[in-house]
């Protein structure tokens, strides 16, 4: 018992030292918000924080930019994102930065719940089409619904719509 009275007190004078010796922090006022009212905190979602520019915030595709490379799903260490791809008969288009799109891609899933947010798909990606939109705040009820779906869900179609009989 005379042990752990002398364990607490032992504790409590560190404290007490640490507490007295520690520096006085001047208040800024307008530290957290614009208008300098909130002294602590901000008033959460009414306001936010300003977001740095080279944040890692939540991932967004241009579809139409995509390649199919599967680059980004190679690299990516927990597997959060899932692609599925099917060969076009032909060029199906070109990207915004000049690629050759060769590949139709009904399924291009982004899971927010397993990613840890480490930016290597970003890097990786030839065309750019995958980056990192400035948002933080995305909360759900259910794990499902952080499951993004980027992919082009019509097959589209070489074939004429009226039959191949010319208009």
């Known amino acids: 018992?005379?042990?752990?009275?002398?364990?607490?007190w032992l504790?409590?004078?560190?404290?007490?030292r640490g507490l007295r010796h520690r520096p006085r922090l001047p208040f800024q006022p307008g530290a957290f918000d614009e208008?300098?009212?909130?002294a602590i905190t901000i008033a959460y979602p009414h306001q936010r924080l300003p977001v740095p520019e080279n944040g890692h915030y939540r991932l967004h595709v241009a579809i139409e930019d995509?390649?199919?490379?599967d680059l980004c799903a190679r690299i990516c260490?927990?597997?959060?994102?899932t692609i599925h791809k099917e060969k076009a008969d032909s060029v199906r288009g070109y990207t915004a930065s000049?690629?050759?799109?060769?590949?139709?891609?009904?399924r291009f899933d982004i899971d927010h719940a397993l990613c840890c947010f480490c930016g290597l798909c970003t890097v990786v990606c030839p065309t750019e089409c995958l980056t990192?939109?400035?948002?933080?705040?995305?909360?759900?009820?259910?794990?499902?619904?952080?499951?993004?779906?980027?992919?082009?869900?019509?097959?589209?179609s070489t074939e004429?719509?009226?039959g191949g009989r010319g208009a």
């Open 66 to 69: 995509c390649i199919g490379c």
């Open 35 to 38: 208008k300098g009212s909130g």
């Open 1 to 8: 018992m005379y042990s752990l009275l002398q364990g607490l």
């Open 11 to 16: 504790a409590i004078r560190h404290a007490w």
């Open 132 to 156: 990192m939109q400035p948002d933080y705040g995305y909360v759900t009820e259910h794990r499902s619904e952080l499951v993004h779906r980027f992919g082009e869900r019509e097959r589209v």
């Open 77 to 81: 260490p927990v597997n959060c994102i």
């Open 98 to 106: 000049g690629h050759p799109r060769r590949f139709h891609l009904p």
């Open 160 to 162: 004429p719509t009226d």
